[in-house]
């Protein structure tokens, strides 16, 4: 004899949310989607080519060879109601036209930036204030870069104090996850800020 409710328990059904990773060219944003993703990540990126040159700035990033050319794409599963789908954009202002099609559904997003080249970042910080989208800052830092304090970085790209801005790691599962949750978190406030 069983005690208590006899209903069958129904399986609950996963939330799917869609985040963007974004900023400017070569700051990391394929390398954070494959360091977190649980599915071997879609990426579409070609060879830098001589077509390039003179268009796709490399200064800071002399040593990248690959650019996105559409979209990165990976998925985490946080417990099991909760899956994020992560999309993340490509860099070059020749390939922002996408961005608006990207962030139809997104309920926030990333932006990374660099900063060796923090004015790559400015197109992407502008893009979610105008769209009121939530986001989160997360400086990535690289190997054998100058590293600046929070406050500094935000100053330099004049960011509202409540938007969070934290450094990390792109190439580190536990660091990415942190800015995943950190975003997760200033969106949930955001909401509860929306409807108060």
Same mark, same amino acid.
């Given at each position: !004899?069983? %005690?208590g409710n %006899?209903e069958?328990r129904?399986?609950l059904a996963?939330? $799917?949310?869609?985040?963007?990773i974004?900023g400017?060219?070569?700051?990391g +944003?394929?390398? !954070?989607? /494959? &360091?977190?993703?649980?599915?071997?990540?879609?990426r579409?990126?070609? =060879?830098l080519?001589?077509? &390039?040159?003179?268009?796709?700035?490399? &200064? /800071?990033?002399? /040593? +990248?060879t690959?650019?996105t050319?559409?979209?990165?794409?990976?998925r985490i599963?946080?417990n099991?109601?909760?899956?994020? *789908?992560l999309?993340?954009?490509?860099? =070059?202002?020749?390939f922002w036209? !996408?961005?608006?099609?990207?962030?139809?559904?997104?309920?926030?997003?990333?932006v990374?930036?660099d900063?060796?080249?923090?004015?790559t970042?400015?197109?992407?910080?502008?893009?979610?204030?105008?769209? /009121?989208?939530?986001?989160?800052v997360g400086?990535n830092c690289f190997?054998?870069a100058h590293? *600046?304090?929070t406050e500094?970085?935000?100053?330099a790209?004049?960011?509202?104090p409540?938007?969070p801005?934290?450094?990390?790691?792109?190439?580190?599962?536990? %660091?990415?996850k =942190?800015?995943?949750?950190?975003?997760?978190?200033?969106? !949930?406030? &955001? $909401?509860?800020?929306?409807a %108060?």
């Amino acid at each position: !004899m069983v %005690s208590g409710n %006899s209903e069958p328990r129904r399986a609950l059904a996963a939330t $799917a949310v869609k985040i963007l990773i974004a900023g400017g060219f070569g700051v990391g +944003k394929t390398t !954070m989607v /494959g &360091s977190v993703s649980e599915v071997p990540p879609l990426r579409t990126e070609e =060879q830098l080519t001589s077509v &390039s040159a003179g268009v796709d700035d490399l &200064s /800071g990033v002399e /040593g +990248k060879t690959t650019t996105t050319v559409a979209l990165d794409f990976g998925r985490i599963t946080i417990n099991p109601e909760l899956i994020l *789908y992560l999309f993340g954009t490509p860099g =070059q202002d020749r390939f922002w036209f !996408m961005w608006d099609e990207l962030t139809n559904g997104a309920l926030g997003a990333v932006v990374l930036a660099d900063t060796r080249r923090l004015d790559t970042c400015f197109p992407a910080v502008d893009f979610f204030e105008r769209r /009121g989208l939530p986001f989160v800052v997360g400086v990535n830092c690289f190997d054998r870069a100058h590293r *600046y304090g929070t406050e500094e970085v935000r100053g330099a790209l004049d960011v509202d104090p409540d938007v969070p801005l934290l450094l990390c790691d792109a190439r580190d599962r536990g %660091s990415t996850k =942190q800015v995943l949750a950190t975003l997760l978190q200033h969106v !949930m406030a &955001s $909401a509860e800020l929306a409807a %108060s």
